[in-house]
């Protein structure tokens, strides 16, 4: 009448097995999965391009990449997963405390030329997708190089000033009187594409000037010109089709036929050409919504 008590032992051993093994191969596709979506999310973000040293050939990640500031030299970090060099022993918490608050594990802050005040809208969803998705790559035994500051801007301490005054730490917000593409677009310009890092003109202390966002500026990085991207119709993209800016966002062409250099190419290598049409589409719903400023940022071309 009773099974023997070795027998219902085997099949709860069994069944068991089946469970667990059930378990971790969902567990294993939820992992394929965050890596997928953070692949996307990666290259929407344009983390690439600062954290490789392209001109020096360096590994993918792996830092040393100079960026040139009013302020002195900075060289971006190794952000690979190795345990000693790179980042191998973040959590995830970690990983949001430095995109969204700018702060280290060791509780130190970190310089904007990191773009965190930007960073800090991407959602912690994303952030995890991110930070899954770094992790699958290959780690890098590479030191981090520190910067070349001048005096007194390279004193960390200060920088918890300077967010006092300039930084707003949160995740973006959607606005529920805005349609579902032009807040996916407002996310992926304000948040993960940072294009205002470049194309918003900043004050003395290197704070973005919000009121004249993507008006352009002379003193981009690396000293270069960057563009009027409002829709104003005579020194912004207003008189542009969608045509003409999916073509810039695809291939780098300009409607004159002539192709982007500098700064430029590199998002449209990294970024724009590696999204979906859909999101290149919001990103265009988007710029077409933003206050037209009447800004010429004269050619050096
Ligand atoms: C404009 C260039 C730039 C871009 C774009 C950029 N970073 Fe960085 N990042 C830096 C610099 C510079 C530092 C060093 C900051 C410091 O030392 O205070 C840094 C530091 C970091 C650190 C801290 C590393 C450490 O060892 O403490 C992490 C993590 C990081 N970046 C991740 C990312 C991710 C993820 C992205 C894309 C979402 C990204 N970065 C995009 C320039 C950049
Ligand atoms: C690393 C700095 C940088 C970032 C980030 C950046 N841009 Fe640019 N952008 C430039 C530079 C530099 C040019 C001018 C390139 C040239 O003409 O050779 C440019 C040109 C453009 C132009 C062409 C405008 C014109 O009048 O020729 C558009 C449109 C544009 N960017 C949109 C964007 C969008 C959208 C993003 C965010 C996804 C973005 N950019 C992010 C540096 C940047």
Redesign the pocket.
């Known amino acids: 009448m009773t099974q023997a008590p070795g027998a219902s032992r085997l099949v709860a051993f069994c069944v068991f097995f089946v469970f667990a093994g059930f378990a971790l191969t969902q567990a294993a596709r939820a992992d394929d999965a965050a890596v997928k979506r953070g692949e996307y999310l990666f290259a929407?973000a344009?983390c690439a391009?600062c954290h490789t040293d392209v001109d020096g050939k360096g590994p993918p990640l792996a830092g040393g990449r100079k960026l040139k500031t009013p302020f002195g030299t900075f060289y971006s970090a190794n952000i690979t997963r190795d345990p000693e060099h790179g980042i191998g022993d973040w959590t995830d918490a970690d990983f949001i405390r430095a995109l969204r608050e700018g702060i280290a594990p060791d509780g130190s802050h970190y310089f904007p030329a990191f773009p965190y005040p930007t960073f800090t809208k991407i959602r912690d969803a994303d952030l995890k997708d991110i930070r899954a998705y770094i992790f699958s790559l290959p780690p890098v035994a590479k030191r981090n190089q520190s910067h070349d500051i001048d005096p007194p801007f390279g004193w960390r301490p200060l920088i918890a000033g300077w967010k006092l005054l300039f930084f707003a730490p949160g995740p973006f917000a959607a606005n529920p009187d805005r349609d579902e593409t032009w807040n996916r677009g407002a996310y992926?310009?304000e948040a993960?594409?940072?294009?205002?890092?470049?194309?918003t003109p900043r004050n003395a202390l290197g704070a973005l000037k919000c009121d004249e966002a993507f008006s352009?500026t002379l003193d981009?990085?690396e000293g270069?010109?960057?563009?009027?991207?409002t829709p104003d119709a005579d020194t912004?993209?207003g008189r542009?089709s969608d045509g003409d800016?999916k073509s810039?966002?695809t291939m780098g062409m300009?409607?004159d036929g002539?192709?982007?250099?500098?700064?430029?190419?590199?998002?449209v290598e990294n970024?724009?050409s590696k999204l979906t049409d859909a999101d290149r589409d919001a990103?265009i719903v988007y710029?077409r919504s933003l206050p037209p400023l009447s800004k010429r940022i004269e050619s050096a071309?």
């Open positions: 929407a344009g391009g992926l310009v993960l594409g940072h294009c205002g890092e470049c194309h352009g981009g990085p270069g010109r960057i563009p009027n991207i912004g993209i542009w800016i810039l966002f300009l409607p002539d192709f982007v250099g500098s700064g430029m190419a590199e998002v970024t724009t990103i710029l071309k």
